[in-house]
């Protein structure tokens, strides 16, 4: 249920997520504040079944509002525009990211009270581990 990832994570660790940044095709220097960045992730989902994921740090904060399963366009962190859709598997919030006939995805999990974050393109993976805030 999308509910065990409601509320605020701080990030704890980033891994590999400049080889990630590259394979998705973002160029050096918005790769340089990606990777000093540590933002927080903060999901909430309404009476609607509206899901709202929000990035924040004190670089840039992004939000995406989406229903499971319903396609919507998004623009993401580094300004590509992608065609998204959200779907909920075996326990994982499984984001899929279409654009320029390229495709990327993002894996959640709840590992041991921690949000692990695969990112996937290709056979590039970054993981981001966050903890939940109080």
Do not use: H
């Amino acid at each position: 249920m999308v509910e065990n990832f409601v509320g605020t994570w701080k990030m704890i660790s980033s891994e590999n997520f400049d080889d990630y940044m590259k394979a998705i095709g973002v160029g050096f220097a918005t790769r340089q504040v990606g990777n000093r960045t540590k933002p927080n992730l903060i999901v909430t989902v309404d009476d609607q079944g509206i899901v709202c994921m929000k990035s924040q740090s004190t670089f840039k904060t992004t939000e995406i509002k989406f229903k499971l399963n319903e396609p919507f366009e998004e623009t993401t962190a580094d300004d590509r525009k992608t065609r998204t859709v959200v779907t909920l598997e075996n326990g994982k919030l499984v984001q899929k990211q279409s654009w320029d006939g390229k495709e990327t995805n993002i894996e959640r999990e709840i590992t041991d009270g921690k949000l692990v974050a695969k990112c996937i393109m290709g056979d590039v993976i970054a993981v981001r581990t966050y903890v939940k805030e109080a």
